[in-house]
């Protein structure tokens, strides 16, 4: 069509005044134009046919996407009634569970106060039975130690009675052997002096008596070394022997404050496990009470109202643990828990925690007349904070008759 037009408007139009076309290039012009004309034709029926083409897979992907929204459409609807259906029967369910649940915790719960109330009567008369066990042996271990030290005191007594004796025997000694140099000096002198006096012709005789009685006096001498050595050979005996004893008193001592602390580690490890015990009841009826409130955040109104005779699901306290928490406090500082000193348990006095157990029974020993009994003293541990028992001594060491033997050694 271009061609065309081109063709005509070059006909119509003058063209400049030039030599007119031969009739064969009018035709060969004619020829060319036909040829485009022709091509051109071509290419407007493949570009038709590409349009008609196109518009046909237009229609088809049209109708295809159509079909694909009706069949997700569907679908979808389908699923929509399947999680309907899912979620009724899934809150069917979870009501029918959560009725289960509670029912079979409530029964639980029964059960554990039950148990609850068996295992505080078992352990109250585990306690009377330890208690009673403990008093037997702690007395038994007074009486122990009340034997000791009456054992000690007389063993302190012959102890300075010995070294009385051998004090005499000492000064008798002493005294026999510094008036047997006294009486040989007085000889020698008178000796000496009649020497000077009588002539020469006797100084062999004199010098042989001399000789003797320095003879005399070695022997004197070595008897008085001897007896010297042996005195004090029976002194370090008795020293020994007082060593080896005061070593046994200190060893029943440490074996009888071993045998306490050892009892009220025993009685610190049931209280602990009874804690653990308590707490962990607790632990469960609140992880069950808080259960319930998430299941049932709202009360029905159709409810009934709680009866005179229902049971009560609180776990109440038992009646040791109220008894013991007032005199346990949490310390400020580190977390650990410590004993008041003014708290009492099963009737044993507290000392404070400040004081060791040596300061501690020097307190209790001018406090107390007697010197008898049990007293706790707060130790600590790497593993956290126990109580132990150490018994008080009976009698001071250092009594008066121990420090004039010690003054005397």
């Known amino acids: 069509m271009s061609g065309v ?3 005509q408007h070059s006909a119509s139009d003058p063209g400049p005044p030039t030599a007119r076309p031969t009739y064969e290039q ?4 004619n020829e060319r134009l036909r040829r485009e004309l022709d091509i051109e034709r071509g290419r407007v029926v493949h570009l038709q046919s590409d349009i008609a083409q196109v518009r046909k897979q237009s229609m088809d992907m049209q109708l295809q996407v159509e ?3 009706e069949h997700i459409a569907l679908t979808l609807l389908k699923r929509i009634d399947q999680l309907q259906k899912s979620k009724e029967a899934l809150a069917l369910q979870v009501e029918r569970e959560e009725e289960y649940l509670t029912n079979t915790l409530q029964k639980k719960l029964l059960q554990l106060q039950h148990e609850k109330e068996h295992l505080e009567k078992i352990l109250e008369h585990e306690q009377e039975n330890v208690v009673n066990k403990m008093k037997q042996q702690v007395d038994q271990l007074q009486r122990e ?3 000791m030290s009456s054992k000690l005191s007389k063993l302190q007594n012959e102890k300075v009675q010995i070294e009385n004796a051998l004090e005499q025997e000492q000064e008798f000694m002493i005294n026999k ?5 006294e009486h040989l000096r007085s000889d020698k002198k008178h000796l000496q002096e009649e020497l000077f006096k009588s002539p020469r012709s006797s100084g062999t005789d004199l010098s042989s008596e001399i000789q003797s009685l320095r003879r005399q006096l070695q022997e004197n001498e070595a008897k008085r070394t001897a007896s010297q050595q042996t005195s004090s050979h029976d002194l370090e005996e008795l020293h020994l022997e007082n060593l080896h004893l005061r070593q046994r008193l200190a060893r029943e001592l440490e074996r009888v404050e071993a045998l306490a602390s050892e009892k009220t580690l025993d009685e610190f490890e049931k209280e602990t ?3 653990r015990m308590f707490n962990h009841q607790l632990t469960d009826e ?3 009470r808080r259960f319930r409130s998430h299941s049932n955040p709202t009360p029905p109104s159709h409810a009934p109202p709680a009866r005179r005779g229902s049971i009560d699901t609180s776990i109440a306290e038992p009646k040791w643990w109220s008894e013991r928490t007032p005199s346990i406090s949490k310390d400020r500082d580190d977390g650990a828990p410590h004993i008041s000193p003014h708290s009492s348990m099963h009737g044993l006095q507290l000392p404070s925690p400040q004081l060791s157990p040596i300061q501690h029974h020097h307190q209790h020993h001018h406090a107390s007349p007697h010197g008898h009994g049990i007293l706790l003293h707060s130790m600590s541990s790497p593993a956290g904070s126990h109580l132990s028992t150490t018994t008080a001594h009976a009698h001071d060491l250092h009594s008066p008759g121990s420090a004039t033997v010690h003054s005397r050694q």
């Not at 009018?26 to 012009?29: A, G, H, I, P």
């Not at 052997?177 to 140099?181: G, N």
């Open 286 to 288: 609140f992880d069950s």
């Open 5 to 7: 037009g081109a063709v």
């Open 177 to 181: 052997l510094t008036k047997q140099i």
């Open 67 to 69: 079909a694909e929204e």
């Open 273 to 275: 496990s009874e804690e």
């Open 145 to 147: 130690k009340v034997l």
């Open 26 to 29: 009018l035709e060969e012009e």
